[in-house]
């Protein structure tokens, strides 16, 4: 008798934390649904790259608004509750993106998408820090691990569907089955709760300096990331570095894979490194890797290797960001929320404005 009510507290938060993981994934996949399907939607609606380039706006401005929306509302019902919202949502709107052949109907679908995936995370990554309270550095990090494989594989399963059928359907359409399944799955465990008088405790000893410039370095961070995954398809195809759509989506998923792989070699690093110095040397190493593909645009192994570089690089921020948010300061829904409305902010302004500059250099064959 002992030992079985000893192993089922275990394992409630066991599951939780399973379930929270397997959120990331999604929100993983959804990142990076939009870059792999632009020229498709090129295609279908007749719109050229650039001016495709507004859906990267109009889904980060969605993520401001679930962002904004998650951190309100966490707390005044079950959390459960609300992340089956935001699985509703998606489950809903990846039916239906597939369908749609032109631009004035894809604009408020992304928007939608884009708010309810962040609702999501917004939702979930405070669930995992209430779960996981004191201790949350190695599970965040594997939370980023599954939202990079998430991130990694959606690509590949674009150009398979692309290749297979010459269009979108089955890609999204298996999103949005795995969704489904993991809304049931949520649906069956009880909520963590945080009670309001020790939120209010945390919230009064919380280091706003250090919220400050996590916010900051997420709006780069984010923006650099969305704008690299979304564009890089696009750059391979018209510098005839990739010879197809199906081809080019490869090199999101290239990113991806390096940033996945990363965040499990520096895994041993977040136990024994500072996350300040951690998250120093991602930096640097993003910016030499971004040198070295804007010295040498056009040759296939610098793209290739830059590629790698830069998601090897990428991969300690974002785990090493929350971190630091864990030790110096407080994580609490609206802290969550802030930061990631303000990543939002930048995966909203920085794919528009490299969109812009590709067309302007002429790098956006159909933006010339």
Not at 104 to 126: D, E, Q, R
Request: net charge positive.
């Amino acid at each position: 008798m002992t030992e079985t009510t000893t192993r089922v507290p275990d394992a409630v938060p066991r599951a939780q934390t399973v379930s929270y993981f397997l959120c990331f994934g999604l929100v993983g996949v959804l990142s990076t649904l939009l870059g792999p399907s632009l020229i498709t939607f090129a295609t279908s609606t007749g719109s050229s790259l650039s001016g495709l380039g507004v859906l990267f706006t109009v889904d980060a401005f969605g993520s401001v608004c679930g962002s904004l929306l998650a951190g309100h509302l966490l707390n005044r019902f079950a959390p459960h509750r609300q992340a089956a919202l935001g699985l509703a949502g998606i489950t809903v709107i990846t039916a239906v993106i597939p369908l749609l052949t032109q631009l004035p109907l894809l604009l408020p679908a992304w928007w939608f998408l884009g708010m309810s995936k962040t609702f999501l995370i917004v939702t979930v990554n405070t669930l995992l820090v209430w779960v996981r309270r004191g201790r949350v550095g190695p599970y965040m990090s594997a939370a980023d691990f599954f939202l990079g494989l998430g991130s990694l594989l959606m690509p590949i399963v674009i150009a398979q569907s692309i290749a297979w059928t010459g269009g979108l359907h089955w890609g999204y359409w298996a999103v949005t089955a795995g969704t489904v399944v993991l809304m049931i799955r949520l649906a069956a465990l009880p909520s963590p709760r945080m009670a309001g008088a020790e939120e209010q405790s945390h919230a009064g000893s919380i280091a706003y300096p250090v919220v400050i410039s996590v916010a900051v370095l997420l709006f780069f961070y984010v923006g650099a990331e969305i704008s690299f995954s979304g564009w890089i398809p696009s750059y391979t195809l018209t510098r005839g570095i990739a010879d197809s759509a199906a081809a080019a989506a490869y090199y999101s998923s290239l990113f991806w894979i390096a940033v996945t792989a990363g965040r499990l070699l520096w895994l041993p690093f977040t136990r024994t490194v500072a996350p300040e110095r951690l998250l120093a040397t991602g930096v640097t190493a993003c910016v030499l890797a971004l040198g070295s593909i804007w010295l040498l645009p056009s040759s296939s192994g610098c793209v290739i290797a830059g590629t790698v570089a830069f998601g090897l690089a990428m991969s300690p921020i974002f785990p090493s960001a929350f971190t630091l948010l864990d030790r110096r300061g407080q994580i609490t829904g609206k802290v969550s929320a802030v930061c990631l409305c303000t990543a939002s902010v930048g995966a909203m302004f920085f794919p528009w404005w490299i969109g812009q500059f590709l067309m302007a250099t002429g790098e956006s064959a159909n933006g010339r």
